[in-house]
Protein backbone atom coordinates (compact mmCIF):
# COMPACT_ATOMS: atom_id res chain seq x y z
CA UNK A 1 0.00 0.00 0.00
CA UNK A 2 1.27 3.56 -1.04
CA UNK A 3 1.48 5.72 2.07
CA UNK A 4 3.05 9.11 1.07
CA UNK A 5 2.31 12.97 1.62
CA UNK A 6 0.59 14.47 -1.24
CA UNK A 7 2.99 15.53 -3.70
CA UNK A 8 2.78 19.34 -5.21
CA UNK A 9 1.23 20.08 -8.63
CA UNK A 10 4.57 19.22 -10.73
CA UNK A 11 5.53 15.79 -8.91
CA UNK A 12 1.68 14.57 -9.26
CA UNK A 13 2.72 14.57 -13.46
CA UNK A 14 5.22 13.08 -12.73
CA UNK A 15 5.16 10.41 -10.13
CA UNK A 16 4.69 6.81 -11.42
CA UNK A 17 4.53 4.80 -7.88
CA UNK A 18 1.68 3.76 -7.05
CA UNK A 19 0.03 5.13 -10.05
CA UNK A 20 -1.95 2.42 -12.78
CA UNK A 21 -0.18 4.15 -16.03
CA UNK A 22 2.36 1.75 -15.88
CA UNK A 23 -0.45 -1.21 -16.45
CA UNK A 24 -2.55 1.23 -19.11
CA UNK A 25 0.53 2.22 -21.36
CA UNK A 26 0.31 -0.47 -23.48
CA UNK A 27 -4.08 0.67 -24.07
CA UNK A 28 -2.66 4.59 -24.40
CA UNK A 29 0.30 3.87 -27.00
CA UNK A 30 -2.22 1.96 -29.26
CA UNK A 31 -4.97 4.41 -29.43
CA UNK A 32 -2.79 7.51 -29.37
CA UNK A 33 -1.34 5.19 -32.73
CA UNK A 34 -4.76 5.57 -33.90
CA UNK A 35 -5.00 9.13 -33.10
CA UNK A 36 -1.84 10.07 -35.27
CA UNK A 37 -3.09 7.26 -37.96
CA UNK A 38 -6.27 9.26 -38.26
CA UNK A 39 -4.65 12.62 -38.08
CA UNK A 40 -2.25 12.40 -40.37
CA UNK A 41 -5.15 10.59 -42.58
CA UNK A 42 -7.20 13.99 -42.44
CA UNK A 43 -4.41 16.53 -42.34
CA UNK A 44 -2.78 14.88 -46.00
CA UNK A 45 -6.40 14.08 -47.29
CA UNK A 46 -8.47 16.58 -46.21
CA UNK A 47 -12.21 16.02 -45.85
CA UNK A 48 -11.35 12.06 -45.79
CA UNK A 49 -13.81 11.57 -42.78
CA UNK A 50 -16.70 13.95 -42.38
CA UNK A 51 -17.58 16.25 -39.36
CA UNK A 52 -19.42 14.22 -37.18
CA UNK A 53 -21.57 15.96 -34.57
CA UNK A 54 -20.14 15.01 -31.19
CA UNK A 55 -23.38 14.31 -29.10
CA UNK A 56 -23.44 10.67 -29.92
CA UNK A 57 -19.79 10.22 -28.10
CA UNK A 58 -20.95 12.56 -25.43
CA UNK A 59 -23.89 10.22 -24.93
CA UNK A 60 -21.92 7.46 -24.79
CA UNK A 61 -18.96 8.85 -22.60
CA UNK A 62 -21.48 9.40 -20.44
CA UNK A 63 -23.16 6.23 -20.36
CA UNK A 64 -19.21 4.78 -20.02
CA UNK A 65 -18.95 7.41 -17.36
CA UNK A 66 -21.10 6.11 -15.21
CA UNK A 67 -20.73 2.08 -15.49
CA UNK A 68 -16.75 2.86 -14.63
CA UNK A 69 -18.07 5.02 -11.38
CA UNK A 70 -20.69 2.19 -10.26
CA UNK A 71 -17.60 -0.23 -10.50
CA UNK A 72 -14.90 1.71 -8.63
CA UNK A 73 -17.31 2.81 -6.04
CA UNK A 74 -18.42 -1.33 -5.24
CA UNK A 75 -14.55 -2.10 -5.57
CA UNK A 76 -13.68 0.89 -3.56
CA UNK A 77 -16.06 -0.33 -0.36
CA UNK A 78 -14.78 -4.20 -0.83
CA UNK A 79 -11.16 -2.35 0.00
CA UNK A 80 -12.70 0.16 2.88
CA UNK A 81 -14.46 -3.44 4.31
CA UNK A 82 -10.94 -5.64 4.05
CA UNK A 83 -9.80 -2.81 5.94
CA UNK A 84 -12.12 -2.40 8.54
CA UNK A 85 -12.29 -6.35 9.33
CA UNK A 86 -8.39 -6.16 9.91
CA UNK A 87 -8.69 -3.16 12.09
CA UNK A 88 -11.39 -4.83 14.15
CA UNK A 89 -9.11 -8.20 14.22
CA UNK A 90 -6.29 -5.57 15.57
CA UNK A 91 -8.74 -4.73 18.41
CA UNK A 92 -9.65 -8.30 19.29
CA UNK A 93 -6.04 -9.89 19.12
CA UNK A 94 -5.15 -6.65 21.63
CA UNK A 95 -7.80 -7.06 23.52
CA UNK A 96 -7.76 -10.99 24.01
CA UNK A 97 -3.96 -10.73 25.26
CA UNK A 98 -5.03 -8.10 27.44
CA UNK A 99 -8.08 -10.27 29.06
CA UNK A 100 -5.52 -13.98 28.95
CA UNK A 101 -3.24 -11.66 31.09
CA UNK A 102 -4.54 -10.10 33.57
CA UNK A 103 -7.52 -12.63 33.99
CA UNK A 104 -5.89 -15.82 34.35
CA UNK A 105 -3.01 -15.30 37.70
CA UNK A 106 0.10 -15.74 36.43
CA UNK A 107 1.49 -16.63 39.94
CA UNK A 108 -0.72 -19.77 40.22
CA UNK A 109 1.47 -22.80 38.39
CA UNK A 110 1.75 -23.02 34.81
CA UNK A 111 -0.01 -19.15 34.50
CA UNK A 112 2.96 -17.75 32.27
CA UNK A 113 2.84 -20.58 30.34
CA UNK A 114 -0.44 -20.22 29.75
CA UNK A 115 -0.24 -16.62 28.92
CA UNK A 116 2.64 -17.34 26.34
CA UNK A 117 0.92 -20.47 25.00
CA UNK A 118 -2.43 -18.41 24.01
CA UNK A 119 -0.88 -15.66 22.83
CA UNK A 120 1.97 -17.32 20.89
CA UNK A 121 -1.75 -18.78 19.17
CA UNK A 122 -2.54 -15.27 18.59
CA UNK A 123 0.09 -14.28 17.03
CA UNK A 124 -0.38 -17.06 14.68
CA UNK A 125 -3.24 -17.04 14.30
CA UNK A 126 -2.76 -13.08 12.00
CA UNK A 127 0.04 -14.46 10.34
CA UNK A 128 -1.81 -17.50 9.12
CA UNK A 129 -4.84 -15.79 7.81
CA UNK A 130 -2.67 -13.45 6.18
CA UNK A 131 -0.95 -16.12 4.26
CA UNK A 132 -4.53 -18.03 3.60
CA UNK A 133 -5.67 -14.70 2.21
CA UNK A 134 -2.52 -14.08 0.06
CA UNK A 135 -2.34 -18.16 -1.29
CA UNK A 136 1.23 -18.17 0.34
CA UNK A 137 3.28 -20.46 2.59
CA UNK A 138 2.90 -19.48 6.31
CA UNK A 139 4.92 -21.55 8.01
CA UNK A 140 8.17 -19.41 8.39
CA UNK A 141 5.94 -16.82 10.34
CA UNK A 142 4.22 -19.34 12.82
CA UNK A 143 6.35 -22.69 13.28
CA UNK A 144 7.98 -20.18 15.32
CA UNK A 145 4.85 -19.85 17.82
CA UNK A 146 3.62 -23.69 18.02
CA UNK A 147 4.63 -26.33 20.11
CA UNK A 148 5.81 -29.31 18.30
CA UNK A 149 2.69 -31.25 19.39
CA UNK A 150 0.95 -28.59 17.04
CA UNK A 151 3.06 -28.81 13.88
CA UNK A 152 1.90 -32.28 12.10
CA UNK A 153 -2.07 -31.97 12.87
CA UNK A 154 -1.80 -28.52 11.16
CA UNK A 155 0.09 -29.43 7.88
CA UNK A 156 -2.86 -31.86 7.83
CA UNK A 157 -5.70 -29.00 7.57
CA UNK A 158 -6.92 -27.21 4.99
CA UNK A 159 -7.91 -23.98 7.42
CA UNK A 160 -5.00 -23.15 9.64
CA UNK A 161 -6.28 -19.70 11.08
CA UNK A 162 -9.61 -21.91 12.28
CA UNK A 163 -7.59 -24.26 13.43
CA UNK A 164 -5.44 -22.04 15.70
CA UNK A 165 -8.75 -20.78 17.03
CA UNK A 166 -9.79 -23.92 18.32
CA UNK A 167 -6.39 -24.66 20.17
CA UNK A 168 -6.98 -21.52 21.78
CA UNK A 169 -10.64 -22.21 22.48
CA UNK A 170 -9.11 -25.56 24.14
CA UNK A 171 -6.59 -24.11 26.06
CA UNK A 172 -9.28 -21.92 26.97
CA UNK A 173 -11.01 -24.88 28.32
CA UNK A 174 -8.61 -26.23 30.15
CA UNK A 175 -8.62 -23.13 32.43
CA UNK A 176 -12.22 -23.03 32.97
CA UNK A 177 -11.45 -26.77 34.40
CA UNK A 178 -9.23 -26.04 36.38
CA UNK A 179 -10.95 -23.13 37.92
CA UNK A 180 -8.42 -20.51 36.64
CA UNK A 181 -11.32 -18.42 34.42
CA UNK A 182 -15.00 -17.94 36.42
CA UNK A 183 -17.94 -18.28 33.91
CA UNK A 184 -18.61 -14.73 33.20
CA UNK A 185 -14.74 -14.36 32.04
CA UNK A 186 -14.92 -17.29 30.03
CA UNK A 187 -17.85 -16.01 28.28
CA UNK A 188 -16.26 -12.78 27.41
CA UNK A 189 -13.37 -14.22 26.16
CA UNK A 190 -15.18 -16.55 23.99
CA UNK A 191 -17.18 -13.58 22.61
CA UNK A 192 -13.69 -11.71 21.56
CA UNK A 193 -12.59 -15.43 19.54
CA UNK A 194 -15.86 -15.21 17.89
CA UNK A 195 -14.97 -11.64 16.58
CA UNK A 196 -12.22 -12.75 15.44
CA UNK A 197 -13.78 -16.03 13.66
CA UNK A 198 -16.23 -13.22 12.13
CA UNK A 199 -13.15 -11.29 10.73
CA UNK A 200 -11.87 -14.34 9.43
CA UNK A 201 -15.38 -15.46 7.81
CA UNK A 202 -15.81 -11.40 6.31
CA UNK A 203 -12.02 -11.90 4.58
CA UNK A 204 -12.76 -15.34 3.25
CA UNK A 205 -16.29 -13.69 1.91
CA UNK A 206 -14.59 -10.94 0.30
CA UNK A 207 -11.55 -12.79 -1.22
CA UNK A 208 -14.16 -15.85 -3.08
CA UNK A 209 -16.34 -13.39 -3.98
CA UNK A 210 -15.43 -11.12 -6.52
CA UNK A 211 -17.54 -8.64 -8.85
CA UNK A 212 -19.32 -10.44 -11.48
CA UNK A 213 -17.73 -10.94 -14.65
CA UNK A 214 -20.20 -9.25 -16.38
CA UNK A 215 -19.57 -5.97 -15.07
CA UNK A 216 -15.82 -6.52 -16.53
CA UNK A 217 -16.57 -7.22 -20.33
CA UNK A 218 -18.87 -4.81 -19.76
CA UNK A 219 -16.86 -2.15 -18.85
CA UNK A 220 -13.99 -2.99 -21.07
CA UNK A 221 -15.43 -3.63 -23.93
CA UNK A 222 -17.56 -0.43 -24.15
CA UNK A 223 -13.83 1.74 -23.29
CA UNK A 224 -12.17 -0.40 -26.60
CA UNK A 225 -15.08 0.48 -28.58
CA UNK A 226 -15.49 4.57 -27.27
CA UNK A 227 -11.67 4.74 -27.76
CA UNK A 228 -11.83 3.31 -31.33
CA UNK A 229 -14.20 5.63 -32.46
CA UNK A 230 -12.83 8.97 -30.69
CA UNK A 231 -10.47 9.55 -32.79
CA UNK A 232 -12.48 9.44 -36.29
CA UNK A 233 -15.40 11.13 -34.13
CA UNK A 234 -13.02 14.51 -33.33
CA UNK A 235 -10.63 14.57 -36.09
CA UNK A 236 -12.42 16.49 -38.27
CA UNK A 237 -12.93 19.21 -35.79
CA UNK A 238 -9.64 18.69 -33.55
CA UNK A 239 -6.90 18.22 -36.74
CA UNK A 240 -3.47 17.45 -35.06
CA UNK A 241 -4.05 17.46 -31.95
CA UNK A 242 -6.38 14.48 -32.44
CA UNK A 243 -3.58 12.07 -30.57
CA UNK A 244 -3.25 14.49 -27.60
CA UNK A 245 -7.06 13.81 -26.99
CA UNK A 246 -7.10 10.46 -27.37
CA UNK A 247 -4.14 9.51 -25.08
CA UNK A 248 -6.31 11.58 -22.29
CA UNK A 249 -9.41 9.67 -22.70
CA UNK A 250 -7.68 6.50 -22.99
CA UNK A 251 -5.43 7.16 -19.35
CA UNK A 252 -8.98 8.15 -17.46
CA UNK A 253 -11.33 5.42 -18.86
CA UNK A 254 -8.50 2.33 -19.00
CA UNK A 255 -6.84 4.02 -15.40
CA UNK A 256 -10.01 3.30 -14.27
CA UNK A 257 -10.54 0.42 -14.98
CA UNK A 258 -7.45 -0.51 -13.99
CA UNK A 259 -7.65 0.74 -10.70
CA UNK A 260 -10.79 -0.87 -9.84
CA UNK A 261 -9.17 -4.39 -10.81
CA UNK A 262 -6.63 -3.89 -8.04
CA UNK A 263 -9.21 -2.66 -5.25
CA UNK A 264 -11.33 -5.67 -6.12
CA UNK A 265 -8.47 -7.79 -4.46
CA UNK A 266 -7.66 -5.78 -1.54
CA UNK A 267 -5.66 -9.04 -0.13
CA UNK A 268 -2.62 -9.06 -2.61
CA UNK A 269 0.68 -7.77 -3.02
CA UNK A 270 -0.11 -4.97 -5.56
CA UNK A 271 0.86 -1.34 -4.71
CA UNK A 272 -2.72 -0.14 -3.67
CA UNK A 273 -3.91 -3.27 -2.12
CA UNK A 274 -3.97 -3.35 1.99
CA UNK A 275 -0.60 -3.69 3.57
CA UNK A 276 -1.40 -6.79 5.55
CA UNK A 277 2.38 -7.66 6.45
CA UNK A 278 2.89 -4.24 8.45
CA UNK A 279 -0.42 -4.87 10.01
CA UNK A 280 0.49 -8.19 11.58
CA UNK A 281 4.00 -7.25 12.06
CA UNK A 282 2.18 -4.74 14.13
CA UNK A 283 0.06 -7.00 16.34
CA UNK A 284 3.11 -9.27 16.85
CA UNK A 285 5.14 -6.60 18.08
CA UNK A 286 1.72 -5.48 20.69
CA UNK A 287 1.07 -8.85 22.02
CA UNK A 288 4.89 -9.44 22.64
CA UNK A 289 5.01 -6.26 24.39
CA UNK A 290 1.89 -7.91 26.27
CA UNK A 291 3.80 -10.41 27.09
CA UNK A 292 6.89 -8.42 28.60
CA UNK A 293 9.56 -10.04 25.66
CA UNK A 294 12.20 -7.52 24.93
CA UNK A 295 13.08 -9.33 21.95
CA UNK A 296 10.89 -7.96 19.33
CA UNK A 297 10.69 -7.94 15.49
CA UNK A 298 11.89 -4.73 13.77
CA UNK A 299 8.59 -2.79 12.52
CA UNK A 300 8.37 -2.95 9.17
CA UNK A 301 9.49 0.11 7.33
CA UNK A 302 8.04 1.67 4.09
CA UNK A 303 9.81 1.05 0.73
CA UNK A 304 9.92 3.65 -1.36
CA UNK A 305 6.51 5.24 0.03
CA UNK A 306 5.30 1.48 0.37
CA UNK A 307 4.37 -1.07 3.30
CA UNK A 308 3.81 -4.43 2.36
Known amino acids: MIVRNKPNAFKILFTLRGSVLPLVFPQIAFMTMLGVVVAAIQYYYPNTFPDFTLAPLALLGMSLSLFLGFRNNACYDRWWEARKQWGQLTIDSRCLSRQVTSYIDGQVE ?69 DLLSDFLIQSLDERMSSMAAVQ ?74 ALTTMSRTIEIDILEILGESDLPECIQPIKHRFE
Open 201 to 274: GACERIKKTPLPFAYLLLVQRTAYIYCLILPFGIVASQGLITPLFCAIVTYTFFGLDALSEELEEPFGVAENDL
Open 110 to 178: DGVLVHRRILYLTIAFNHALRHQLRDSDPWEDIERYLEPKDIEPLRNTRNIPDALLRLIAKKLGSCRHK
